[in-house]
T-cell receptor, first 117, second 117 residues
Framework: EPEVTQTPSHQVTQMGQEVILRCVPI?????FYWYRQILGQKVEFLVS????????KSEIFDDQFSVERPDGSNFTLKIRSTKLEDSAMYFC???????????????FGQGTRLTVV | QQQVKQSPQSLIVQKGGISIINCAYE??????FPWYQQFPGKGPALLIA?????SEKKEGRFTISFNKSAKQFSLHIMDSQPGDSATYFC????????????????FGRGTQLTVWP
């Protein structure tokens, strides 16, 4: 069964450092998303990406965040200067194109736990 | 703006019992109503979903009941099993053909279900 793969599974970084979280979406999917889940809290939308550009971003996704699909298979989330409050589980998701509402399903990766110290 | 309210926050059920989780939403543009299941250390995975043109959908032991006028939908787990112990999220969305934001999910806060053997 195809799956979304995320690496690394856990990353520890010092405050102020840049981190790149990597995702390999399901191969025939064209819609990509990043969500995050702070421990014990709800899953929050960060950004959606389609056709090599951002479709929507939330208020969380400020100038410190960026996304890229560098090589047609990977989908990355970069945080330029991490803050303590960026510590969370980050989930990548992808969905089949186009999401016309018929059995639309977002497939989630297993997540990357980011710890900022 | 909290568009989705989910309750209860936690639920403990005896094996064989019925688990009921509720979700209320505000955005009338939502037209697809999924429930996601998340096990510890894993990403959310689609469990069951309903379109607003039906009031109920059943898949095995899992049933969604949908009340459009009340803007509520609920997940019922019949004959609950210890293997059902997980966190459940309602996560409605507006599909792309409604001019939406390409399948962004609006997650509830989650319900941690524990089924005792």
């Amino acid at each position: 069964e195809p799956e979304v793969t995320q690496t690394p599974s856990h990353q520890v970084t010092q405050m102020g450092q840049e981190v790149i979280l990597r995702c390999v979406p399901i191969s025939n999917h064209l819609y990509f998303y990043w969500y995050r889940q702070i421990l014990g809290q709800k899953v929050e939308f960060l950004v959606s990406f389609y056709n090599n550009e951002i479709s929507e971003k939330s208020e969380i996704f400020d100038d410190q965040f960026s996304v890229e699909r560098p090589d047609g298979s990977n989908f990355t989330l970069k945080i330029r200067s991490t803050k303590l409050e960026d510590s969370a589980m980050y989930f990548c998701a992808s969905s089949e194109t186009p999401p016309r509402g018929i059995n639309t399903e977002a497939f989630f990766g297993q997540g990357t736990r980011l710890t900022v110290v | 703006q909290q568009q989705v309210k989910q309750s209860p926050q936690s639920l403990i059920v005896q094996k064989g019992g019925i688990s009921i989780i509720n979700c209320a939403y505000e955005n009338t543009a939502f037209d697809y109503f999924p429930w996601y299941q998340q096990f510890p250390g894993k990403g959310p995975a689609l469990l069951i979903a309903i379109r607003p043109d039906v009031s109920e959908k059943k898949e095995g032991r899992f049933t969604i009941s949908f009340n459009k006028s009340a803007k509520q939908f609920s997940l019922h787990i019949m004959d609950s099993q210890p293997g059902d112990s997980a966190t459940y999220f309602c996560a409605p969305l507006t599909s792309a053909d409604r001019g939406s934001t390409l399948g962004r999910l609006y997650f509830g806060r989650g319900t941690q279900l524990t089924v005792w053997p």
